[in-house]
């Protein structure tokens, strides 16, 4: 595939989950996890990033931002970041590692849906509506690094902010299945009533607990 030339500055484009973005210029994606994304976006000028963003889930998250990075071709490198329990404890971000260093195969979802599944201990999907050899593609032309603490992902991510590269490709979208939403999830079923409550010193921290209850819920009732 020839090369497409790259602008002065590049801009990110996300097809999904905007308001839950960090915009920067540059050319790396920051994946966080369950660290709140100020955390790193906080000790980075704009021109070393293109984007910081949370992944709290493998099962409903990945597939987005897969098709956020199709639709961003000039994005290169990505820094994952793994270092709290709650990102050992949900796995996403070694999940989306497997994608990059194993792929996927043909199968099916915990709710009976037909889609691509991540070759990784951890469940992981990826919407089928996008081709196989456009999904090895971006394997190929994304470097890929994990990052086990922030001061370790900052310095990556400032390590790329020096270098350039042209875009792989033109901005790529592809249609959603009609009873897959945004969110990535199936409609809301009803189901029986109970609480739960969780408590933290800040807003920031309670709302991380509450996501994380959240997805244990989740992978709990897919097992």
């Known amino acids: 595939m020839t090369a497409i030339s790259k602008p002065t500055e590049f801009q990110y484009k996300p097809l999904y989950k905007p308001n839950q973005l960090i915009y920067g210029t540059g050319q790396t ?31 409903r998250g990945i597939s987005l931002l897969i098709r956020n990075l199709l639709a961003n071709p000039h994005v290169r490198y990505l820094v994952i970041l793994n270092a709290t329990k709650e990102d050992r404890n949900a796995g996403s ?78 901005p790529l979208e592809f249609p959603m299945a009609n009873d897959v939403g945004e969110s990535g999830c199936v409609p809301l079923k009803p189901g029986p009533r109970y609480g739960h409550r969780i408590e933290g010193r800040t807003i920031a921290e309670t709302w991380v607990k509450i996501i994380h209850r959240i997805v244990r819920l989740v992978l709990a009732r897919s097992l």
């Open 93 to 170: 971000g070694t999940c989306l590692l497997d994608f990059f260093h194993h792929g996927v195969e043909e199968g099916t979802s915990d709710t009976g849906r037909h889609c691509w599944v991540i070759r990784s201990s951890i469940k992981g999907y990826i919407d089928i509506e996008i081709p196989l050899l456009t999904l090895e593609q971006l394997r190929r032309e994304v470097s890929v690094v994990e990052a086990d603490s922030i001061t370790q992902a900052v310095s990556l991510v400032k390590s790329y902010g020096s270098k350039t590269q042209d875009l792989w490709g033109t």
């Open 29 to 59: 994606a920051v994946i966080t996890g369950w660290t709140i994304k100020d955390a790193i976006a906080k000790k980075l000028n704009p021109s070393e990033f293109a984007v910081v963003g949370q992944l709290y889930s493998p099962t």
